[in-house]
């Protein structure tokens, strides 16, 4: 090339979640069997579709109008329902033109924080889902700019830590929650939301809410869609398809824009981001069509609560197998489904190893931690996947400097998933001790 | 907001294509009846999905696995399918891994673009299909760099303009080749592809091709793939299923890589695009299942033929009906389902105008041609709008100054498609005689 | 113009300082008398230059070599005896080489700040002698990143808003230091000194400190030549002649770069400003040759003995003056010749206002003062002029959202003196009375 | 450093003409014995300033107000005295307010490049002054933008080339002239001047002019200042008293302004220099306050035609002892004081060498020409330092391909300067041979 064309954010595309699946095809290459808990697919671990809601698709399909461009928003009436739920809550009120459609989460997050100035920075929570942190640091060529999640605290946001870095950075133009949290798992009291409103007012600020995983709560707990807490401060919220019905594939989710006309640069922003949606014409149109079908279905309500009584008794489960294990911190999850565990400061080694039998795997495994800067808990995720076939993601790959890792409660089989964190526990124990 | 949140592309986020849809809606209230020129949706034309087709969805969609994430690239499978068929012509060769799948081509074009270094830059045709110019412009921040398809001589590139606008601009790291062609519905010879090639060489530069129309040609033309041309110049191609299938709303489509290899800048580039769908996980796993069951079955290559016939027939129609009009220079499509005209330099007017005779339809008009800047052709489009009811798109809005307008072959009725033609032909002679 | 050609940090060179001239000389138009006290220009003020320097000068321009370019570093002689005088000292050791003269500090602050990268910063103090804070906001094209100078505590820094202004931003990339200080008059304390080189080392960063005035420290104060204090921290001191000797039109000052080699980015960074230097060939060299000359001169400790003792008196006469004046807050200065009176907050309004009897001179601040969002303190100082002829420089002209003023201590005849502070004096109490 | 400091254009900062002191100065130490001609300082060649114009400095110097700060703009008499003269001309009219004093024209363009948008480029010659060069490319991060001066053709631009640098970059938004020449020594005629103003005026650009040399001109050529030519296309023209007076130690130049006000967007660029240069206070004092009464002393013009007529003779020993060298393209100067060498395309190899009898200068000239990637005429440039001790520039440091070198007609004894020419065109000779 005569010129240089590689981004200034290219070195901040990094999604180890991902990565680390092709490690694991590998090591299976190698003889190992393997349990993937990396990533939040609930297909891949075995959901099934219910039959009445395939059948809504397959009726869909048949329909030719299913495969042209919908509008550029989304098809109207699915945003004529969206709207009228969140406008039945009684918070921030919205018209259809309020929402707007993207392929999937990913999709608008790429667009949320691709389309901002490059200078304008939007906080995300440390540890945070990659999907949010590599593309807000990749507009900016940078790091991504953090506000504490507090491992001692139930992984609540630190308010301090948030106020300061606020006040003390003037690039700071927005707030990212994630509610309930990924990786965490964290789901947040309504107070803790509303001081954040207030500091976005008070600072002048907007948020992003992620927003995914909003129906997916449980261990008693409970919390606020943002529409309820937000009054008039200018706001994003993210919904989607993926994780609920679940529909992963179908690259299906949707923003709602809140108080898009209380300040005349949000409101530009804004439409930058539906003019880049315009751009490419549309989003898919098919599960457009076909959601508001599946979540009136008279089937659908039980359907999700039987999946989430099953989050709920897999996540006393997992809490209960790690919970006394020396030298890890755990919070039990309360929402969507993923578990962080943080080992304690100074509890890893460059040195600690597990008994691995198979010399191919051992020998790949001691490769790959070799390379000097490898992070610690890197180390361990791999020793782990190679002693037991667990698979799991190095907590540092979710842009913080916590050593430990993330751990999805979607396998199915309840002897296979207490196994599983029995499995971890054991591994943790022997590793620090080795 | 606290701080400046624009992005300094926002200004040209432009796609009238779709912006005019808004226009014609709030006519159509006020008693129009309006016939759809401007978006190239065969669906939205009528095109009827063959039932058999639909099956072969409604089949995939009874599957769990259709639901899940597929890998980051693409279904494997299908893109096993795809390289073997590249691979079979006897040009370039890849691997899977050098196929990379995207929620349609406009989310292609936007990371393509997205992604390269603010400072570099690709030159695109003018005029230009308003996704490339949009997304490049963007990206730098800058008007669209061009080079000229020349109306005189089919709409082919001016190869001499394209030199030069490399060789005065080392800013330009990369050529964009449409072919065939939207807006222009031009089919390039082999040897104006290689020749662009060629250029690409000499200027160590890479090439970006949208080759969505290629199985789309006619009235006896011929051309190649860029893979057959490209020898060992680093290159992505484009290929889809929206406009072929048709499945639009599939937002399906995806890159071939060819010689990533060659040039260690063009390979972290091309890592960087991997990247990006990395962090949005995958693109849609439905469209990428079916497309190769679709392709390969029987009645398809028949399916397809029967509607290339139909877009010959109605090129020459269109062709014979504009033709000898005076004041504008009219090439025969021979790809794609695009025709696009121009009016000969100083034939438009600020005075000129169509007899409406609704009357809110004509104050609506009126009003929205008044402002100043308004450019001849949008002017003329709207008259031809406000007083036939045939919507077609100004070809300003497609990054030239030459003036004229873009309409589609996809009306699927004979009679309808020759009184549309007819009427165009003549609204352009009492536009231009009033 | 076809482009746009102003630049991003145009917005940010503002100096108030030379402004207020233009102002004051139209008033003296219509009949004002007019006391500059704004501009640090001793010569201006009517200080004498001894005969025996301008002797030293004059037998300088004799010499043919004195009209030729010296080396781009400077005069080498020069260099070798500035060396030896801080290498004296016994803190950090130098040689000639990491001398770089400049055509006086505004030309070293512009290329130190004008050539770091753009996304890298230098907080500054607030209130900050305007060169500084201007130069930086420029090259960043963003307002200032400051920590506080403290009204309340001898306006030395708040170290604590200067941690935390480091630890949130990471932007913030180095430090400025200018003491004593411009426009307050301070003097640092060694210990505050050592404080903020360890916070530099704590945060990997650099420092700048500005010594034009290290010579001219009073009332019984001390403080530390950064050299004293910078042990192994990268560091840039600033020093010259303009208020020293003194010689402002000789545009000279230098640099003296500490630990130049301890970090590889900071060497590059001053090779950077060493050859944006040798592009412009090289500094002045006439007042190169002749510094080592006075200041080793046998009157010259003497002569500038006599002129801190001057300032020291008037020091304390504008502090007897101010400190019992209500609704401000007064601090005496300690060092260099400026003063910085605070208004409390609140104490100012928009109503407030002087007796001008001059009618055209009334109208005329009338008119300066009306434009919506007019500072406070800009107001004040606007009726300050016209009421009285003193002329000084609004307090926030110096990157800061404090009100009040700046006032000189150079005027050298002390009844003109004690009645120019005897006028504002009442002047304040008037204006906050009114 | 915790954070990346360094410039985007850092390594733009090159500057030759001084980089080579430092190796003859080391050779010098090994014995060689040296001819300087590589720097343009005529004070440094011996050049005498005369008693009168010296005496005219020292009355300067004993009057203390040539110590103080004078105006942002420079002291108004001598801006007063500029615009009569460059008024008489009868072109382009200006006010004092016009004009601009800078610390030489080195600072005036660092911030005529500097405080241009980063993506708005000057049109530079090629070959060209570094000062010039490499200001412009460090300001945008990249490499210089030029457009040909013909050797084929008396160095003039190459009109076709430069319109299409215009067109074909829509990042172009200034033209660059030196008129004289540095460092070709060619003088352009009024048509070719003329014809750039056209294009400016086309294109909509503005136009930087170098005249700093506009009083040397000799062999009975003639060109025009800018002001004649430049109608009403907004224009910088940068004037100095170093080369001239000559006083290049003084570092004082100035520019003027035409037409600042017949453009929104130059205006304010022009504000933003002067505001830059207000941050910095104002220029150098005394050397503006002796310059008319220099420039009309009595026997100034006299002086200045005395060393015209030298450097007039002496260009045509240089020519003609160089014009009939076989395989180099030689021009002879017409103004300035400069003269450029270019060897034939093919001639220079990487193997060519000198005689060097001194062992030790021997080893380190092949030491210096080993790295790979030595330019070729660096590599002659330091063989003919090291065999003769005549220290050239090589030309491929003037941000052009051609390999040659820059020469100056400095040398004052014309016994010393023809052996000069001499032993080069010798060296010439045996170099290609060799």
Redesign the interface.
Known sequence: ????????G?GE???EI??IVNVGNKLEKLGLTTNWEN?G?P??KG???PSWM?EI??DA??Q???????P?RGVLSTREFIAAETNKRGGAQITPDDILFF??L??A??KIF???????RVLVPTPSY??HS??EA?HAG??P?TYILDPNHHWYPDLDDLE??I????????ILIINPDNPTGAVYPTHILESIVELAKR????IVCDEVYHNIVYNGTSTSPLSDVIGDV?AIAMRGISKE???????CGWIEVYNGDK?P??A??I??IL??K?????????PQVVFPKVVQHPKYQGYLQERIARYEKFSNIAHDCLKDVKGVLVNRPNGAFYMSVCFESGALTHDQTLVIDNKEVRAMVESLVSPEGTSLDKRFVYYLLGATGVCVVPLTSFATDLQGFRVTLLERDEAVFREVFETIAIAIHQYLES
Chains 1, 2, 3, 4 share one sequence.
Not at 1 to 8: A, E, N
Not at 245 to 251: F, H, Q
Request: one cysteine or more.
């Open positions: 090339m005569r010129t240089d064309i590689v981004h200034i290219a595309l990094t999604y991902r990565n990533i697919d297909i891949a959901e099934k579709i395939k698709v397959a399909v048949m030719d109008l299913t495969y042209g461009y919908c550029t392929n999937g990913g999709d997050i790429s691709g389309f901002l100035k490059r200078t304008a990659t999907t590599s593309a990749a940078d790091k700019l300061k870095s006040k003390y950075n003037p690039a700071v133009a927005g600072y002048n600020l907007f200018p019905m679940p529909w992963p594939g179908s690259r300040d640069m949000f530009k922003y439409q930058s003019n880049a315009m751009v490419e014409v549309c989003s898919t149109t098919l």
